[in-house]
């Protein structure tokens, strides 16, 4: 069974492509590489011994895009990850996240339309929930106004598939993405930031390696337990094997409604400061960071109630947050090897 998954050479996407191949499905990646680098698919088939057809394709590009998934009109589903994601760089610049994320959503959305592609999985995050008093959060949660354009564009993302799907006869699932860290456990793939990383992550294992300099912690005076924001953070192959398990829940038909949503988060809340403790204990080196002041688009807190995606995708988190920390780790030192 064959499916398109866009962004596919990004951080979310080619971890989903590993997990996709290695349960029995074809894949046909395409991606711009504005924000990411081929090599990715290099990694990919080191992993699982398999390159998926590849398009360089930017899916602002209406024409282009449905002649590409014209040619793939036979398959089962598309993963839409292909979209900007950082939500300080979408505070300085709006009109790029707009026109990006949505023009290209509403391309992908119009060649379903035209192909009759059955299924559609939508990227989507947990930063559609805003600042909420309520936590965890669960997929009934009611969303608060977006602290960011980045977070807007998943919020209008999901309505606007929504409404498409009261007349499609196709079916579409929003995936709400916590924090994605990490790398896949073989260090072959991981994320590739494009210049200075905007997440807590990469930026820790890039101090770590001396790539950068201190670490800022962006505000230590929220009214959370040490100050600091509080996230859920997720191991990216936790979050790519979902896809998998949401393509076959489609497919088994298991689906209660044509435009479910789950959240893809562990559960736990965790704070940055706790983040950079986690880190040093499991690799091991001490983290140099500094308190600075707040970063705007931050939310105060956010983290999971995972039990709808646990019952009805019969999906687990298999990582811890160590296990995380240590696979981007190992994956920095890999990057320092590749020359990436
Ligand atoms: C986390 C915390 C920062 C860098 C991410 C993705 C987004 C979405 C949600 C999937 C915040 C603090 C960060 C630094 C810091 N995921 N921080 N110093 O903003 O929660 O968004 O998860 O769709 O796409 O980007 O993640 O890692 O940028 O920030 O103190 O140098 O770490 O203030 O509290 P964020 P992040």
Redesign the pocket.
Known sequence: MKVIVTGGTGY?GSHTIVDLQENGFEVVCIDNLSRSKIYALEGIEKITGKRPKFYEIDLCDKDATLEVISEHSDAIGIIHFAAL????ESVGNPLLYYANNLESLLNVLSAIAITGIPNFVF?????VYGNTEQLPVTESTPTSKAE?P??HT?QMGEEIIQNIQKIASSKSILL??????GAHPSAEIGEIPIGK????????TQSAIGKLGP?????NDYPTRDG????DYIHVSDIAHAHTLALQYLLEGRNESNCPVFNLGTGNGVS?LE?IAAFEKTAQKKLDYKI?D??P???VA?YADNQKAKSELNWNCKYTLDDSMLSAWKWELKMQQLNL
């Open positions: 979310i994601k950082s939500v300080y990227s989507s995050s947990c930063s960011s980045y977070a998943k709400r993405y916590f924090n994605p860290i990383p905007d997440n807590l992550v990469p930026y820790i670490i800022t912690v962006y505000g600091s924001c509080i996230r940055v983040v600075g707040r970063r688009g931050d939310v956010i």
